[in-house]
T-cell receptor, first 112, second 113 residues
Framework: LAKTTQPISMDSYEGQEVNITCSHN???????ITWYQQFPSQGPRFIIQ???TKVTNEVASLFIPADRKSSTLSLPRVSLSDTAVYYC?????????????FGAGTQVVVTP | SQTIHQWPATLVQPVGSPLSLECTVE??????LYWYRQAAGRGLQLLFY??????ISSEVPQNLSASRPQDRQFILSSKKLLLSDSGFYLC????????????FGQGTRLTVV
C-alpha cells in the first residue's frame, strides 16, 4: 500500500503561490497520484491527477519527479476561498485495487 | 450526467439504536462505491468499499456493516450505535479505471446521543 505523507498545515497570504509536497516512497509502477480539496462540511473535490512529469489545469499544477516518490501540488495566486484541506492520494492499480485511502491532509489557511 | 444522492443530511440517534444510511448513484454503471467517516477536525477514514454487487471490503469492522444490493446502491448500517459513531459520513463513487476521479455525496452529519 502506497502510504502518503504531507505537511499537517500551511499558511499563506492572498496572491502567493502555495506548494504542498507529498511523499509516497513505495508507489507502484502503474499507480496514479491524485489530489483533492475539501471544505468544511463538504465532501472532497477532485483537483488534479498525474502519473509523471507535470500536469496543469485551470486550478493547479502537479509536479512529479522522475522517481515518482513524491509530488508537489502548486496553487498559483491563492485567494481566501482556497482555504481548505488538501489531500494527496495514490490510486492503486494492482494490490487492493479499488481502495481509495485518504491521509490526514494538509490544512491550508489563506489570510489577507 | 452522473449524480450521487446521500441521505439524510443530518441525523440524531440515541445510543443503541440502529442505523441505515443510503447512497445511490445515477448516470453510471459498475462504479466503485465507498463509505467514509470524518470526525471533527480529522481526515477521512475509509470504512468500506465495493467494486461490485455483493462485494464489500471492510476497513473498520467495529459495529458497522455495509451492503450493496444493487449496482448503484450502497447502504451503511449498524445494529446498535455507539457514541463514538458520531461523525460526518460520506459516500463516494469512482469509475473503475484508475485515472478517474471520485465524486462525493453531500454527507450525513450523525450525532449519537
Amino acid at each position: 500500500l502506497a502510504k502518503t505523507t504531507q505537511p499537517i498545515s500551511m499558511d499563506s497570504y492572498e496572491g502567493q503561490e502555495v506548494n504542498i509536497t507529498c511523499s509516497h516512497n513505495n508507489i507502484a509502477t502503474n499507480d496514479y497520484i491524485t489530489w483533492y480539496q475539501q471544505f468544511p462540511s463538504q465532501g472532497p473535490r477532485f483537483i488534479i491527477q498525474g502519473y509523471k512529469t507535470k500536469v496543469t489545469n485551470e486550478v493547479a499544477s502537479l509536479f512529479i519527479p522522475a522517481d515518482r516518490k513524491s509530488s508537489t501540488l502548486s496553487l498559483p495566486r491563492v485567494s481566501l476561498s482556497d482555504t481548505a484541506v488538501y489531500y494527496c492520494l495514490v490510486v492503486m492499480t494492482t494490490d487492493s485495487w479499488g481502495k481509495l485511502q485518504f491521509g490526514a491532509g494538509t490544512q491550508v489557511v489563506v489570510t489577507p | 450526467s452522473q449524480t450521487i444522492h446521500q441521505w439524510p443530511a443530518t441525523l440524531v440517534q440515541p445510543v443503541g439504536s440502529p442505523l441505515s444510511l443510503e447512497c445511490t448513484v445515477e448516470g453510471t454503471s459498475n462504479p466503485n462505491l465507498y463509505w467514509y467517516r470524518q470526525a471533527a477536525g480529522r481526515g477521512l477514514q475509509l470504512l468500506f468499499y465495493s467494486v461490485g454487487i455483493g462485494q464489500i471490503s471492510s476497513e473498520v469492522p467495529q459495529n458497522l456493516s455495509a451492503s450493496r444490493p444493487q449496482d448503484r446502491q450502497f447502504i451503511l448500517s449498524s445494529k446498535k450505535l455507539l457514541l463514538s459513531d458520531s461523525g460526518f459520513y460520506l459516500c463516494a463513487w469512482k469509475g473503475r479505471a484508475p485515472n478517474t476521479e471520485a465524486f462525493f455525496g453531500q454527507g450525513t452529519r450523525l450525532t449519537v446521543v
